[in-house]
């Protein structure tokens, strides 16, 4: 079982809508969450980052982060045909390795 | 404001070969990592490098080694390539000074090994 569970999509949604992405975790020592968006080709792009539990705003975007349930989510709000991309959840422990998702591919339609 | 830059951004080898991939992370950030990102694969990590000293290792074979120099840019170099190490490979660097947990990743290097 892989520490870091996505679902890969993909995930189309009409333009303005309201976006969920999640993932799951086993390791209850992460205490570090990130959320990346990666372009075609790109490198993987840092949006939100988050530490323990709780909420973040910034923006249109929105990570949400519950660690009881070992579960983190990043919502998008009026999402845009630019928003289109892969999107990577990344958590670490005290330390330096990050676990990633295998990234969920969202489209927005115009 | 600076980002992370990888050189080269494309490389193509053959099997049995060596490459050099190199890293230059965002001035004043003293952590490198490096990634393996296969098709449709989430970043592998492979090693990471704090004030020149390996930091962490993570799934970097044997025929791969780095290092990181005094100016913090650091070199992924991999010997005797297979068809299987045709990928991404990322870097990305953190400050110890700021939030370590924050890894600006660089554009990567498309290795296609024929």
Redesign the interface.
């Known amino acids: 079982q892989k520490e870091v569970e996505q679902d890969p999509g993909p995930l189309s949604v009409p333009e303005g809508a309201i976006v969920s992405l999640n993932c799951t975790y086993s390791n209850s020592a992460f205490q570090y969450f990130m959320w990346y968006r990666q372009y075609s080709r790109k490198g993987p792009e840092l949006l939100m980052y988050t530490y323990s539990s709780g909420n973040k705003e910034d923006g249109r975007f929105t990570a949400q982060v519950d660690k009881s349930s070992k579960y983190i989510s990043l919502f998008i709000r009026d999402s845009q045909p630019s928003d289109s991309a892969t999107y990577l959840c990344a958590m670490s422990a005290a330390g330096n390795q990050f676990y990633f998702g295998t990234g969920t591919s969202l489209t927005v339609i115009p | 404001a600076a980002g992370?830059i990888q050189s080269p951004r494309h490389l193509i080898k053959e099997k049995r070969e060596t490459a050099t991939l190199k890293c230059y992370p965002i001035p004043r950030h003293d952590?490198v990592?490096w990634y393996q990102q296969g098709p449709?694969?989430?970043?592998?990590?492979l090693i990471?490098f704090?004030e020149k000293m390996q930091?962490?290792k993570?799934s970097i074979p044997d025929r791969f080694s780095a290092q990181q120099f005094s100016d913090y840019h650091s070199e992924l170099n991999m010997s005797s390539l297979e068809l299987g190490d045709s990928a991404?490979y990322?870097c990305a660097s953190s400050s110890s000074g700021g939030?370590?947990?924050?890894?600006?990743?660089?554009?990567?290097t498309?290795l296609l090994v024929l």
């Open positions: 992370v952590t990592y449709g694969q989430d970043p592998q990590f990471s704090y930091s962490d993570g991404l990322f939030v370590q947990e924050t890894q600006y990743f660089g554009p990567g498309r």
